[in-house]
C-alpha cells in the first residue's frame, strides 16, 4: 500500500497562484495513476485532475481547465494558477494502482489527509 501527504496548501488572494505537491511512502508513484479531489465546506468531494501512470494523460474537470496543471515526477504537483475564490476546499491526492485514471471517487482507494487552500477575495 501506498501512503500519500499532501503539502503546500495555504491563503492567497485571488488571482494569485499555488502548487500543492503530493509525496508517495511505502511504493513509488510508477505503480499508480493520481488524482486530486477536492471538498468545500458542505459539499461533496469533487473531482479536479488526475494523470496516469505513466504520465502520459492527464485529465481535468471543467472548472480547472486552463488554470490548474497536473504533474508528475517523484511526487504528483498541482499547480493552481489564477485561483478564485470558489476554489477554495480541502484539496486531496489519491492513487489507484491502473494505468489510466478515473474521475470517480470511488475508484481511487488510497488518499491523503488533506491539504486547505483558502482564496480570499
Known amino acids: 500500500q501506498v501512503q500519500l501527504v499532501e503539502s503546500g496548501g495555504g491563503l492567497v488572494q485571488a488571482g494569485g497562484s499555488l502548487r500543492l505537491s503530493c509525496a508517495a511512502s511505502?511504493?513509488?508513484?510508477?505503480?499508480?495513476?493520481v488524482g486530486w479531489f477536492r471538498q468545500a465546506p458542505g459539499k461533496e468531494r469533487e473531482f479536479v485532475a488526475a494523470?496516469?501512470?505513466?504520465?502520459r494523460y492527464t485529465r481535468y474537470a471543467d472548472s480547472v481547465k486552463g488554470r490548474f496543471t497536473i504533474s508528475k515526477d517523484s511526487a504528483v504537483n498541482l499547480q493552481m494558477n489564477s485561483l478564485k475564490p470558489e476554489d477554495t476546499a480541502v484539496y486531496y491526492c489519491?492513487?489507484?494502482?491502473?494505468?489510466?485514471?478515473?474521475?470517480?471517487?470511488?475508484?481511487?482507494?488510497?488518499w491523503g489527509p488533506g491539504t486547505r487552500v483558502t482564496v480570499s477575495s
Open positions: 494523470i496516469s501512470r505513466s504520465a
Open positions: 511505502g511504493r513509488t508513484f510508477t505503480y499508480y495513476s
Open positions: 489519491c492513487a489507484v494502482e491502473r494505468q489510466f485514471p478515473s474521475d470517480a471517487v470511488n475508484d481511487f482507494g488510497n
